[in-house]
């Protein structure tokens, strides 16, 4: 048993290895422990204590991949809710469907007994306020929100707000390797706007025969490159661990154009094999890991490249 996750994961890392630990199904045991990171207001990427859209309006994505059934749900600008890798493991639990967005999400949501949440912490709504009157002046503020936003999308696009999701992935007792994400996606996106989180291939992948990838940061590249995938198709065609990254990152650098604000993969494989990678992403970027063999989880530096 493994369980991987980004930085952010640290309010529902142990939480998940408890229930790893007692033989959960991985998607289980993970989903349990981003619930944690979704509610706590400290990970300011993720749940309440994200940022919003450029209408003041918090979206989430999310994702879940069973890797022994090639199954997926996933969840994409949810408003109202927080437990949003719940829903999409929901959504691959109940529906024919592998994805629902916006209010057929929340009307899924709550069909399926999951309660209409306070989602804007009041910290985010000051700090959005303050730079929505900043760009738009005193004039443009007395017309929002009839304004057009496409002008704003590129000076919002704050280096100082985190584009940053989290990512557990895992190897369970059951043999499976599975992963799942959660996000309020990039601070002042666009209305509407999904991450990579909650579209298989780019954000997320698992195949419990090869491995599991999950990516962090600027989704609009990773969604360019199939990332996550990309990964786990170089290790079903033989690569080891190390090499099916380097394929990946090689791709992610061939792109030129476009918002290209860096990346962190996360992956392992079949064999217990552990990687997180920086690819451009600014500062120091950490991560958990625990075995069955540590006593306990430890936090550790991605290599960056
Ligand atoms: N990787 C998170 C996002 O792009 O929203």
Redesign the pocket.
């Known amino acids: 048993m493994l369980l991987l996750a980004n930085s952010e994961a640290y309010p529902g890392f142990e939480t998940s290895i408890d229930l790893l630990k007692k033989g959960e199904h991985g998607l289980d045991a993970m989903v349990a422990g981003i619930a944690h990171v979704e509610r706590d207001v400290r990970v300011r990427s993720v749940g309440f204590g994200g940022w919003p859209n450029m209408l003041g309006r918090m979206e989430f994505?999310a994702g879940v991949m069973d890797g022994s059934t090639r199954e997926v749900g996933s969840v994409g600008a949810v408003p109202d809710t927080l437990p949003v890798a719940a829903l999409a493991r929901k959504v691959m639990q109940t529906l024919p469907h592998v994805m629902l967005t916006g209010d057929g999400a929340r009307r899924f949501a709550t069909e399926t007994g999951f309660s209409i949440d306070e989602t804007l912490y009041e910290d985010s709504k000051r700090v959005w306020w303050e730079r929505l009157e900043k760009e738009l002046g005193p004039e443009g503020i007395k017309q929002f929100p009839d304004v057009p936003l496409a002008p704003l999308s590129k000076t919002i696009t704050d280096p100082e707000r985190v584009?940053?999701?989290t990512v557990f992935l895992c190897s369970d007792a059951r043999q499976g390797i599975h992963t799942a994400t959660s996000?309020s996606?990039?601070a002042w996106k666009y209305p509407g706007r999904l991450?990579?989180?909650p579209i298989p291939g780019a954000?997320f992948y698992a195949d419990s025969r090869y491995g599991a990838a999950a990516?962090?940061?600027?989704?609009?590249m990773?969604m360019r490159c199939s990332t996550a995938r990309t990964v786990v198709l170089a290790l079903k065609l033989g690569y080891s661990l190390g090499d099916a990254i380097k394929l990946a990152v090689e791709e992610l650098a061939e792109l030129t154009e476009g918002f290209l604000a860096g990346v962190v993969i996360h992956a392992i494989d079949a064999k217990g094999n552990h990687e997180v990678v920086n690819f451009r992403c600014p500062g120091d970027i950490a991560y958990w890991y625990w075995d069955e063999t540590m006593s306990a989880p430890e936090k550790r530096a991605a290599k960056t490249v």
Do not use: F, N, Y
């Open positions: 994505d584009r940053d999701t996000t996606g990039w991450g990579d989180s954000g990516c962090t940061h600027t989704g609009e990773t």
